[in-house]
């Protein structure tokens, strides 16, 4: 259990790191291709709280490995937010974007955002359930490849939206600005009093994406199990 909770722990870093950092989406997929074939034969690659909660509900994992996973996933998500904070930094220009958005309602398009948030994190968990539980496509050597691919598309597709399909990436995205406070160019207390007030404006709006994610996720999960009962 301790390889498998240490491989989650790596992948889920460096995938939550990558998609606060990167500047194109197929870097977040072509690093995420590479992770997931590193830990696929050792903890299945999940690296995503939405797509463990799918395979639980699934029945390939127990509950007590799930819980084990998303707790270091999420660890693993708080961890990036601290190293993408401390090298993003806190900017003048960062200071006058927060400024600027607190004039703005936290609920602007969330009808739009949480309905994307819930289909795209659906076809994700879709994809891995097939490619990587299925009895139809057990022992390929594609599912790396394929769930790079998905996660590529809906990045594409979603774009204008900014959208995460995966809690533990939501989490990085919403804490890193606490961190990159402590890196700012003038008053530390100042930027993070800053900070955490765009954390507190927006975290609301933050869960409902990441329950949003999450009932994706199981949705995937019960229409595996209506599609085919014979893989229960």
């Given amino acids: ?3 498998k909770l240490s491989v989650e722990f790596i992948g889920t870093f460096f995938l939550c790191l990558g998609a606060i950092l990167a500047q194109a989406p197929i870097s977040v997929a072509a690093i995420l291709c590479a992770l997931i074939y590193m830990g696929g034969n ?14 639980w509900v699934r029945g390939r994992i127990t509950g007590r490995r799930a819980w ?21 930094g806190h900017s003048e220009e960062r200071a ?7 004039g703005e309602s936290a609920y602007d398009g969330v009808g739009l955002g949480c309905f994307g948030e819930y289909i795209g ?18 022992g ?39 961190f990159s406070a402590f890196m700012s160019e003038t ?3 100042k930027a993070f009093l800053q900070e955490f007030t765009y954390f507190s404006h927006f975290s609301l709006r933050s869960l409902m994406d990441l329950s949003c994610q999450l009932l994706g996720g199981a949705t995937a999960a019960w229409i595996f199990l209506t599609i085919f009962p014979e893989d229960r």
Avoid: C, D, K, W
Wanted: charged share 5%; hydrophobic share 60%; proline share 3%.
């Fill in 42 to 55: 050792v903890s299945g690659a999940h690296y995503n709280p939405a797509v463990t909660f799918a395979i």
């Fill in 140 to 178: 390929n050597s594609y599912f790396g490849l394929a769930i790079a691919l998905t996660v590529l598309g809906l990045s594409a597709i979603f774009a204008p939206l900014n959208m995460a399909f995966n809690p533990a990436v939501q989490i990085t995205g919403s804490t890193y600005g606490l």
């Fill in 96 to 102: 006058r974007e927060i400024i600027s958005t607190l």
């Fill in 1 to 3: 259990m301790r390889a």
């Fill in 121 to 138: 994190t659906f076809l994700l968990a879709f994809v891995i359930l097939m490619v990587a539980t299925s009895r139809l496509t057990a």
């Fill in 68 to 88: 084990g996973y998303v707790a270091v996933q999420l660890a693993a998500a708080l961890f990036a937010a601290l190293v993408a904070g401390l090298i993003h």
């Fill in 187 to 189: 008053s530390v207390a």
